[in-house]
Nanobody, 121 residues
Framework: QVQLVESGGGLVQPGGSLRLSCAAS????????MGWFRQAPGKQREFVATITSRGTTAYADSVKGRLAISIDNAKNTVYLQMNNLKPEDTAVYYC???????????????WGQGTQVTVSS
């Protein structure tokens, strides 16, 4: 199994910055991609950003230019640098990874427990 543990959430004022981290651990043969989703109260979980192990990135339109995703393959860790945060960024942020626990197994999706980000004055 693969475990994902997020950290770095908290309370920040509008215009402020936060950096989220997510470390993968367990029986890992390979990680193809890692990313972030978020879920605000009363809303469905939505895509935020993703990055492949080769560094190819994709972002939701609502965060382009403000959030930046990066990956440290040696540490099996993904980061989300969030700048110029807005109240509408308030949500629980979930880490996601596509990983294999052995070379013969199919790629599976894994999820973290989530970390709260609150943007408020």
């Amino acid at each position: 199994q693969v475990q994902l543990v997020e950290s770095g959430g908290g309370l920040v004022q509008p215009g402020g910055s936060l950096r989220l981290s997510c470390a993968a651990s367990g029986t890992i043969s390979s990680i193809n991609y890692m990313g972030w989703f978020r879920q605000a109260p009363g809303k469905q979980r939505e895509f935020v950003a993703t990055i492949t192990s080769r560094g190819t990135t994709a972002y939701a339109d609502s965060v382009k230019g403000r959030l930046a995703i990066s990956i440290d393959n040696a540490k099996n860790t993904v980061y989300l640098q969030m700048n110029n945060l807005k109240p509408e960024d308030t949500a629980v942020y979930y880490c996601n990874a596509g990983a294999k626990t052995s070379w013969s197994e199919a790629l599976k999706d894994y999820w973290g427990q989530g970390t709260q980000v609150t943007v408020s004055s």
